[in-house]
T-cell receptor, first 110, second 112 residues
Framework: GIQVEQSPPDLILQEGANSTLRCNFS?????LQWFHQNPWGQLINLFY???GTKQNGRLSATTVATERYSLLYISSSQTTDSGVYFC????????????FGKGTHLIIQP | EAEVAQSPRYKITEKSQAVAFWCDPI?????LYWYRQILGQGPELLVQ????????DSQLPKDRFSAERLKGVDSTLKIQPAELGDSAMYLC??????????FGPGTRLTVL
């Protein structure tokens, strides 16, 4: 099946810093989503981005499907940005359950 | 804003007991998924429904797990008997036929 690798696994930053999270995938994808998992375990949708670039406030994402990677940018980090960020993909077809990476654990210190 | 509902939020049980989790997807979403997330890892798909039909249950441990979506709306995931290794977060998600998946708050299961 498709493989998803996220980097870095852990990231500690000061409030106000910018960060870039990377997701590499091993095959062409039909769907790519970025999620933020809060301390209570809820997965919050950030972006649905199988290709192209999107922005939402301080967050933006870019997927280069031909090169099989996606980037999540967080600018002017806040302590509430802390948590685990997951990239998840599906390769299409009738069965389109998501395959998740292992996540990037982000800690924003005040 | 429409959300995926799950209950219970927390469940503690003893090994060999039966447990059941319930999920109500976003209204109009034909596709429903159950995922399991072990602490420190990403979620893994257990089963996918399209309306009331199972599309993919290749990763569902069928000797002890079962899932149903009888009327194509809400769904139940059952474990019988529960084992210590089943302790995890069980997440339900839904989507339109294609597109973004939306997740519920999850059920955190502890097996003693």
């Amino acid at each position: 099946g498709i493989q998803v690798e996220q980097s870095p696994p852990d990231l500690i930053l000061q409030e106000g810093a910018n960060s870039t999270l990377r997701c590499n995938f091993s095959d062409s994808v039909n769907n790519l989503q970025w999620f933020h998992q809060n301390p209570w375990g809820q997965l919050i949708n950030l972006f649905y981005i199988p290709s192209g670039t999107k922005q939402n406030g301080r967050l933006s994402a870019t997927t280069v499907a031909t090169e099989r990677y996606s980037l999540l940018y967080i600018s002017s980090s806040q302590t509430t940005d802390s948590g685990v960020y997951f990239c998840a993909v599906d390769s299409g077809g009738g069965a389109d359950g998501l395959t998740f990476g292992k996540g990037t654990h982000l800690i924003i210190q005040p | 804003e429409a959300e995926v509902a799950q209950s219970p939020r927390y469940k503690i049980t003893e090994k060999s007991q039966a447990v059941a989790f319930w999920c109500d997807p976003i209204s109009g979403h034909a596709t429903l998924y159950w995922y399991r997330q072990i602490l420190g890892q990403g979620p893994e798909l257990l089963v996918q429904f399209q309306d009331e039909s199972v599309v993919d249950d290749s990763q569902l441990p069928k000797d002890r797990f079962s899932a149903e979506r009888l009327k194509g709306v809400d769904s139940t995931l059952k474990i019988q008997p529960a084992e210590l290794g089943d302790s995890a977060m069980y997440l339900c998600a839904s989507s339109l036929v294609a597109g973004s998946q939306y997740f519920g708050p999850g059920t955190r299961l502890t097996v003693l």
